[in-house]
């Protein structure tokens, strides 16, 4: 490392420090190739995403306009992706799946993350009758599978995109309790913690200060794995009839109507189904890279 | 004769029995009829072997742990339910080293914060604004041999020796009355075992510290300690000053203890760069 100048005024010295750690941090992250192209194509899903209503190339198709006058044509200069059986742009609804896609994703493992995350730390912390608790009804909800309990989730409430969030949301919370709750259980033994509670450090500030910014590498790490499951999972849904209804465009249920048309009509599965495909590889590839650049190991 | 700073009488403990994957493990008694007084300024060392209880001790001492019987007197009060502002008051006044160095450091907090911190609790009682804390954090530093140009570096970023210094200025940080060394150089390379050593007997010197000094080490225990203890299987065995205990131990075990120190290689010793 290089000598830092002792003269440079104290917030000079932090910056080049804490700039020094985000460029070696950065450094470790481009060094593997898989993950720079994993970002890549977590970027570019997002930005589409985000500016689907400015992009699409048929923007009516999206609302369940039909047009069986240009019924399932081959790709083409007029439809990149080329049409459906009623006609529909395939191009235009790839991409506007890509925002339920991504929404639900997201959403699915950000509410998980929250409820697993503050129950994970609250059993971890605390430890005893609570605990138990809370370990207990986590390990009732991971014995159901997201699938059944979507089903069961459809048939109660019906259909939609909302209540397949929430069921998903409703088994996949509990492994973020698990995980957290170990990694907050193992770092309290930590001596550090010890040695910042012997200094008269109150509980609050011991999981804030020091408990959680010692566990956010591998939550970080496994939200990104999940965001590609996520995604996969709700493909899933959509597959069997029980996610998101048409008209709204969602890959999973583009790719079921497809099967009605395969092998003739290859393009109308392809498409949505390398957009899922892409979609999870980059989020687990993302989720590998952040491993290297989050780990404290590998700061050296 | 006035008050000893730290008094341990009857003291006992029993680690509950637990429930685990593999069944239950029984209680296991730690300590029995611990009884230890230590008067302010003095050096007072524990030796003994692996597992003999002497981290329970001081965990009892911290009030970490309820003791199961007798109690802990820091000043002539008692060291447990003191609440919310009196276990402030106690933590200013009574500190610890603990043997690893890096465990006992935050691996994401820069040294500035690691130290800074006993300043956010104690800020107020020491007289210290915020915006004076860099500047004693500093002044830390300089005490334990660091400078300005580690303020804002990471743990992983040190050797063991200059760790073990952070975790010192850290200690110091709340102006201690007595601070606890457990095994504070046994993780280090003998070769700066010795500054170490000689780091915590200057500091000593000028803040008029009391140490209760643990240690495998009879030879660092010899040269740090006035009084010393020897613990065996929970239970205090012998107790006296150094020199006399070391010369004409009584026991049989604290022979074996002595016995056990590797025929030291005069030019590894800690001790021979002492001095
Ligand atoms: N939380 C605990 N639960 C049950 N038993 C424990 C617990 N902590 C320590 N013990 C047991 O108590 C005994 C004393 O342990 P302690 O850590 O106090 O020994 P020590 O003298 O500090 O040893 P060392 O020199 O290895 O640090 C050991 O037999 C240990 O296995
Ligand atoms: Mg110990």
Redesign the interface.
């Given at each position: 490392?290089s000598q830092?100048d002792?003269t440079l005024p104290?917030a000079q010295?932090?910056r080049s420090?804490?700039a020094e750690?985000r460029a070696r941090a950065i450094y470790r992250f481009r060094q593997s190739w898989l993950s720079v192209i994993g970002l890549a194509i977590a970027v570019v899903l997002v930005a589409v995403a985000l500016l689907a209503p400015w992009i699409l190339p048929y923007p009516d198709d999206v609302t369940g306009a039909v047009n069986p006058a240009v019924a399932f044509q081959p790709p083409s200069a007029a439809h990149w992706f080329g049409t459906n059986s009623v006609g529909q742009d395939i191009l235009t609804l790839v991409i506007y799946g890509s925002r339920i896609s991504l929404l639900s994703g997201l959403t699915v493992i950000g509410l998980a993350l929250i409820i697993g995350g503050a129950l994970g730390v609250i059993a971890g912390w605390v430890g005893g009758w609570i605990d138990e608790v809370i370990m207990r009804i986590t390990d009732l909800l991971l014995t159901i599978p997201s699938l059944i309990l979507a089903m069961a989730v459809a048939a109660a409430l019906g259909t939609g995109i909302w209540n397949m969030i929430i069921a998903i949301t409703i088994t996949w919370w509990p492994t973020y309790a698990r995980l957290v709750r170990a990694e907050v259980a193992a770092k309290k033994q930590?001596?550090?913690v010890?040695?910042?509670?012997?200094?008269?450090?109150?509980p609050m500030?011991l999981i804030g200060?020091?408990v959680l910014?010692?566990i956010v590498t591998p939550v970080v790490v496994k939200a990104s794995l999940d965001v590609g499951f996520a995604i996969l999972l709700v493909a899933s849904l959509g597959f069997v009839g029980i996610g998101v209804k048409p008209p709204t465009p969602e890959w999973g249920t583009m790719l079921a109507e497809a099967r009605n048309y395969m092998p003739q009509y290859w393009w109308t599965a392809i498409f949505p189904g390398t957009a899922i495909f892409l979609a999870v590889l980059a989020f687990n590839l993302l989720g590998d890279g952040l491993r290297d650049v989050l780990d404290?190991r590998t700061?050296? | 004769m006035s008050t000893p700073l730290l008094k341990i009488e009857g003291l006992g403990h029993v680690y509950g029995a637990r429930r685990g994957l593999f069944g239950t493990s029984p209680a296991f008694r730690a300590l029995t009829g611990i009884d230890i007084s230590i008067a302010r300024g003095e050096s007072f060392g524990l030796v003994g072997e692996s597992g003999s209880g002497k981290t329970t001790l001081t965990r009892n001492i911290l009030g970490l742990e309820r003791p199961s019987e007798g109690h802990v007197l820091f000043d002539g009060h008692p060291v447990i339910d003191l609440g919310r502002g009196g276990e402030r008051r106690l933590r200013r006044r009574m500190q610890i080293v603990f043997q690893d160095p890096q465990a006992s450091l935050d691996p994401r907090m820069t040294i500035h914060d690691t130290i800074a911190e006993a300043l956010v609790v104690h800020g107020p009682d020491l007289g210290i604004a915020r915006s004076g804390y860099t500047r004693r954090v500093l002044d830390l530093l300089e005490a334990v041999g660091l400078g300005r140009e580690h303020l804002y570096r990471h743990p992983h970023e040190f050797s063991g020796g200059q760790r073990q210094r952070i975790n010192i200025a850290r200690a110091l940080a709340v102006e201690p009355e007595l601070l606890i060394l457990d095994e504070p150089t046994s993780a280090l390379d003998v070769s700066v075992q010795a500054d170490i050593l000689n780091l915590l007997q200057r500091l000593q010197k000028e803040l008029g510290l009391t140490y209760f000094f643990i240690s495998h080490d009879l030879g660092v225990i010899r040269y740090t300690c006035d009084r010393v203890a020897v613990i065996e299987r929970g239970r205090i065995v012998e107790q006296g000053p150094v020199a006399e205990i070391f010369d004409t131990p009584s026991q049989e075990y604290t022979r074996k203890l002595m016995d056990a120190i590797p025929d030291p290689d005069p030019d590894l010793s800690p001790l021979r760069r002492l001095g």
């Open positions: 490392m830092t002792t104290r010295l932090a420090a804490r750690a930590e001596q550090f010890t040695a910042s509670r012997v200094l008269g450090v109150g500030r200060r020091h910014p010692n404290p700061r050296r | -």
